[in-house]
């Protein structure tokens, strides 16, 4: 299992480090024991948050509502949960459990 994920009753649970204001949205492999993904929205009025659901809600083929962000919504340290995700982003390493 890696340091920057756990599995929790189907459910992904990610450690993420955020880079807003990016000049693409991309999952930029690992940030010590998190997944460093970097957006192009901007930190302010929650827009990088809404963004960030998005994002993984089409990376992990959910739908939005599946994605949510447990801790650190006002930091670039979030622990998201992504509900029984249909797949998993190349980039990653994750092993199903």
């Not at 460093?36 to 809600?57: D, M, Q, S, W, Y």
């Amino acid at each position: 299992m890696g340091s920057f994920y756990t599995w929790q009753d189907g459910n992904l649970i990610l450690n993420c480090h955020l880079q807003p204001k990016a000049s693409s949205d991309a999952i930029a492999g690992l940030h010590d024991e998190s997944v460093k993904i970097r957006i192009t929205a901007p930190p302010i009025e929650g827009k990088a948050n809404a963004h960030l659901v998005k994002f993984l809600a089409k990376q992990f083929g959910v739908a939005k509502s599946a994605v949510s962000i447990l801790s650190g919504e006002l930091g670039r340290q979030k622990r998201v949960r992504i509900e029984s995700p249909k797949k998993i982003p190349q980039i990653l390493t994750i092993e199903h459990n």
